[in-house]
């Protein structure tokens, strides 16, 4: 890795960016010109992407295992970082897990624990260490995108912990754009609707609906996501999308129940 390049461009971190949207949108944000730095559970996975990111972008990707759940984990992931790096311009909290689709007396302790610790405590965490270093590098501030999906708003049948978890980071998201101004930080959120990715797979043969029908559901590219995030995380510090839907046009939300 060349550290001159490092420090010349402006430094990524997305967390879940090893597959899916995650990928999608460090793909774009490479592909913009951005040094980008995935985080996940599987360093080998990890790998693998970085290498197909950069043989398609030509950009420099860094793969760095963390778990975004764990407070021990992520700082060692922003160790890596600020030593690597020595800033960061942009967090996008994409890292996220969904529940078992059972009614909600059935959902287990261990499972809410599991979703909240990836969906909000992971977010939380890595923000605070963003915060911690935005605020020192020079020159200070950078932007925070957090990905709340349309659940962040709407739920679907059978998803307490998923929707709950993802309603928190709207105020997480406001939260964090209000603190962050003093130091030139700002927060946005984007919330998708029916990316395709292994999460969304199931679309396919059909979910359940709130009328309690099974449907099939159209899904978008997650390369219009990454269209949008680059797009956000383009925008001078002073100014800053706070909220952004991106979806499958012919989804079942607007209306949904």
Not at 59 to 71: C, F, H, K, S, T
Not at 126 to 142: D, N, S, W
Not at 206 to 224: L, M, R, S, W, Y
Request: glycine residues 10%; charged residues 20%; aromatic residues 4%.
């Amino acid at each position: 890795m060349n550290e001159a390049r490092e420090t010349a461009a402006r430094i990524a971190l997305v967390t879940g960016g090893g597959t899916g949207v995650g990928k999608a949108v460090a793909t774009g944000l490479s592909r913009a010109g951005w040094y980008v730095v995935l985080s996940g559970r599987r360093q080998s996975v990890l790998d693998e992407a970085a290498a197909a990111i950069s043989a398609e972008t030509g950009g420099d990707v860094l793969g760095v295992a963390a778990d975004v759940g764990d407070p021990a984990s992520v700082r060692a992931l922003f160790r890596v970082i600020e030593d690597r790096c020595r800033r960061l311009d942009l967090l996008v909290n994409n890292a996220g897990i969904s529940n078992s689709a059972v009614p909600l007396e059935e959902i287990s302790y261990a499972e809410w624990s599991a979703v909240v610790a990836a969906n909000l405590t992971g977010a939380f965490l890595c923000t605070q260490e963003a915060f911690r270093l935005m605020k020192k590098q020079t020159p200070h501030g950078g932007r925070i995108v957090n990905n709340g999906s349309i659940s962040a708003t709407t739920p679907r049948p059978f998803s307490a912990p998923y929707t709950a978890t993802k309603h928190a980071i709207t105020g997480l998201t406001k939260s964090t754009a209000l603190d962050g101004r003093p130091f030139d930080i700002a927060c946005g959120q984007i919330d998708i609707g029916n990316a395709a990715s292994d999460m969304t797979a199931k679309m396919e043969k059909g979910v359940p609906q709130a009328n309690g029908e099974t449907a099939i559901e159209p899904t978008i590219d997650p390369a219009h996501v990454a269209d949008a995030v680059v797009y956000m995380a383009s925008l001078p510090l002073d100014a800053n999308v706070l909220s952004l839907t991106v979806m499958a046009t012919k989804m079942p939300f607007v209306g949904r129940g």
